[in-house]
């Protein structure tokens, strides 16, 4: 059973910083990685998907990169704002692709402006 | 990005009292839904698969008796939530997919407190 790990559980930086959000996964064949970001109450927003054969993707000042033969996958955030501020997900699709998403249980980043 | 609309955004109700939500999409047609619920500091756990026109596919632990799941059309699927208790109280959430492996795109959310 594919479980997903994210690491830290809380962040809290200065604005400004650049920071790295963790994510580990322990099946490998996976069908697609995804980073989201969910604010208090709210539902989800996709940030970035990354499909099995990609190793990173990028949209403005995030950066995701995906290391499936070791399970790891980043978040890169440069320039943290105060408006990043929020709880980000990562998920992974099953191998076969028609699966629901695993999550992690996030990690909650606060931007201290 | 496509849209999902999904409602109530928050429920309070007495136990034993039943529960719809509903998720649509709302510029696509979504082939399969998912639902999804999220108890306090645990991660979102996949509940059940929706295809349309067919019954939906529970994960191992969730009651389809108690969790039941319609999805009689390409943009609605329903969550019921039959006679509720305390337990129960948690954030529903579903996605909605143009195909199974294509990018799932979530609604906002249900806040369900079951008194």
């Known amino acids: 059973k594919q479980e997903v790990t994210q690491i830290p559980a809380a962040l809290s930086v200065p604005e400004g910083e650049n920071l790295v959000l963790n994510c580990s996964f322990t099946?490998?064949?996976?069908?697609?990685l995804q980073w989201f970001r969910q604010d208090p109450g709210k539902g989800l927003t996709s940030l970035l998907l990354?499909?099995?054969?990609?190793r990173e993707q990028t949209s403005g000042r995030l950066n995701a990169s995906l290391d499936k033969s070791s399970g790891r996958s980043t978040l890169y955030i440069a320039a943290s704002q105060p408006g990043d501020s929020a709880t980000y997900l990562c998920a992974v699709k099953g191998g076969g692709g028609a699966d629901g998403l695993t999550f992690g249980k996030g990690t909650h980043l606060i931007i201290q402006p | 990005g496509a849209v999902v609309s999904q409602h109530p955004s928050r429920v309070i109700c007495k136990s034993g009292t039943s529960v719809k939500i509903e998720c649509r999409s709302l510029d696509f047609q979504a082939t399969t839904m998912f639902w999804y619920r999220q108890f306090p500091k645990k991660s979102l756990m996949l509940m059940a698969t929706?295809?349309?026109?067919?019954?939906?596919?529970?994960e191992q632990g969730v009651e389809k008796d108690k969790f039941l799941i319609n999805h009689a059309s390409l943009t609605l699927s329903t969550l019921t939530v039959t006679s509720a208790h305390p337990e129960d109280s948690s954030f529903y959430i579903c996605s909605a997919t143009r195909s199974a492996k294509n990018i799932q795109y979530f609604g906002a959310g249900t806040r369900l407190s079951v008194l």
């Open positions: 990354i499909q099995s054969s990609q």
């Open positions: 929706s295809n349309e026109g067919s019954k939906a596919t529970y």
């Open positions: 099946d490998s064949a996976i069908y697609n």
